[in-house]
């Protein structure tokens, strides 16, 4: 018998908690003063058929209005609405424009819809324009946005998302109530676009995980994500300075990739001469020729005649009253005297930008072919088996014969017809972790001494003096950061410092460049990630799918201590 009550008060609870699909209304627009919906089937607004509605709202005179003097309350906006066949409707205040076409989609400024478009005024005076759908036909038009199923095309990667945005919408359902819907259509919820950027793939994501959300002491949780989390997520309370015991900082990693191995046949203890030798570069003469430049040969023995043959030779268009000194901020020729011919051909050669440098992310490496991210587009090299390579540790470089990749080394390298000659990488700090694969996942910004003082100008702090870290997370993001001034100095926590520096995200290290007397002159600063970092790494879980996590296991992981629970 008490088995039994057991087992009917569970079915209640069960039963308590299972729900209908949710209709959601979507914001997507708060201020338009004339919109247009459009659709293949006709729609009704008030008793009218129509294929088209134009809403503009106007700004009338009420029916007190005789006197040529008017009272505020004789103002009142209505909105006007055109309709096919030049039929014009004067709405009453407070009205409501509701198209609904079944069968076929609704367009408004060259996006469309599934569901019901509402039109009404607002209190600013200007329209409203909400999406009304069930949710799972919303998350069609999200996931996709989300995260790109053409960049990161990982099934259980778009169903932890898909799982992700519904949560998201079901805890904020009515957050916007008050404006008339629930949630916005913009990345300060989550971007909506409407069916015209649905996908396959992404629809499929959403389909296989219908109703499915994440939920933490039986209530759907706050599913905050962030594109790239640079190796580890931060606590929330460091971030959003709210404690949340599912947001906990965890290594962005699932299983340890494996190292893969290169050698090279040559190596040089000078990258800059690594960079001559593959360049061909051993005289003046091979550096006009690598440059396609006139060949003139090499310069007079005459020293004092070398500022005007090499500004004569390597810059031939440029007019100066002082060879030397225009050579000298060129950074060409050294104002303490004179340079090594080697060193001069180097600097000639890397000042004009002549060994086309590019930059990637390595994505994967066999031992012949490599995939590079350049640009954020795939593309794959042959290494040459001499090609000289160089680990970049700050301004060091050091010459390696052999070593590992495990991927996501940001690389700089000559290429030439897609055989890699000559490469610089830095070792992934971010080691094994699954976002490596993001072109962000490492990143490097330089800030002039404006740009820092446009950004901490605000403060009052007088001359800028030093920025310093005060406390890191567990990821390492900059949580309290303190900037010095002349007159003071004050505290900085991570979103907002974030902003004032416009950074991708505030895990980084910095180098302040100061002039001989200490002046600071700017700032290098490297960074990993992009975005507040709390929560679920996207490009995280697309390199956890590749590794073959399931959805669960990608959500458990950015989630702590989260259950899988099917609403409906
Ligand atoms: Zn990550």
């Known amino acids: ?13 069960t039963g308590a908690q299972a729900q209908n699909e949710p209709i959601v209304r979507i914001g997507l627009n708060q201020n338009a003063a004339t919109v247009t919906i459009r659709s293949a089937n006709a729609f009704s607004v008030q008793q009218h058929r129509t294929r088209s509605a134009k809403v503009t709202a106007v700004l009338t005179l009420g029916t007190g209005a005789a006197a040529a003097t008017l009272k505020k309350s004789d103002l009142q906006y209505r909105m006007v609405v055109e309709l096919d066949g030049g039929v014009v409707l004067a709405l009453s205040p407070g009205t409501k424009v509701r198209a609904a076409a079944p069968g076929a989609p609704l367009t408004i400024e060259n996006r469309t819809y599934r569901g019901a478009i509402e039109v009404f005024g607002n209190s600013r005076n200007t329209l409203t324009v909400v999406n009304e759908l069930p949710v799972e036909e919303y998350l069609l038009g999200v996931v996709p946005n989300e995260l ?36 916005c259509a913009t990345d300060a919820c989550q971007v909506y676009l409407g069916a015209g950027t649905e996908d396959p793939a992404a629809s ?125 901020e060129q950074g060409i020729l050294s104002p303490t005297g004179a340079i090594a011919t080697e060193d001069l051909l180097f600097r000639l050669v890397d000042r004009k930008g002549a060994f086309e440098w590019q930059q990637g992310i390595l994505v994967s490496w066999d031992g012949k072919a490599m995939t590079l991210l350049v640009n954020g587009r795939p593309k794959t090299f042959a290494l040459g088996g001499d090609a000289p390579i160089y680990q970049r540790i700050g301004d060091e470089r050091l010459p390696m014969r052999q070593g590992s990749w495990i991927g996501g080394e940001l690389m700089d390298f000559r290429a030439e017809s897609d055989t890699i000659r000559m490469l610089v990488y830095r070792i992934n700090f971010a080691n094994p972790a699954a976002d490596r694969f993001s072109r962000l996942a490492l990143w490097q910004v330089h800030k002039t001494r404006q740009e820092l003082d446009a950004a901490f100008g605000g403060f009052n702090l007088g001359e800028l003096t030093d920025m310093r870290v005060v406390e890191r997370g567990p990821s390492g993001r900059l949580v309290t950061t303190e900037i010095a001034g002349s007159n003071g100095r004050r505290t900085v926590r991570a979103l907002r410092l974030r902003t004032l520096l416009g950074l991708r995200d505030s895990l980084f290290s910095f180098d302040i460049e100061r002039n ?32 073959g996590a399931t959805y669960e296991e990608i959500l458990k992981k950015y989630y702590k201590g989260i259950e899988l629970r099917k609403l409906y």
């Open 204 to 328: 499929r994501a959403v389909i296989a995980t219908r109703g499915v959300v994440a939920t933490f002491d039986g209530k759907p949780i706050e599913a905050l994500y962030t594109s790239t989390c640079g190796g580890r997520t931060e606590n929330a309370e460091n971030i959003f300075d709210q404690k949340i015991p599912y947001l906990v900082s965890t290594s962005c990693e699932y299983t340890h990739p494996e190292a893969l191995a290169f050698s090279t046949s040559r190596s040089f203890p000078d990258w800059r001469k690594a960079v001559l030798t593959v360049a061909g570069v051993s005289t003046f003469g091979d550096a006009q020729r690598f440059m396609g430049l006139q060949v003139t040969g090499e310069p007079p023995s005459d020293p004092a005649a070398l500022p005007a043959f090499i500004r004569r030779t390597f810059y031939p268009s440029v007019i100066t009253t002082s060879d030397e000194s225009f050579l000298t």
């Open 516 to 547: 001989a007397r200490g002046a600071i002159l700017g700032m290098t600063v490297y960074g990993r990630g992009w975005g507040h970092g709390v929560g679920m790494c996207q490009v995280g879980a697309y390199g956890m799918a590749m590794d």
């Open 1 to 13: 018998m008490r088995r039994f009550l057991i087992a009917v008060l569970l079915l209640l609870m």
């Open 148 to 183: 790109s199923p053409t960049t990161f095309g990982q099934i259980e990667a778009l169903k932890a998302q898909a799982v992700a945005a519904r949560t998201y919408v079901q805890r904020n359902l009515g957050q916007s109530k008050n404006e008339g819907y629930d949630i």
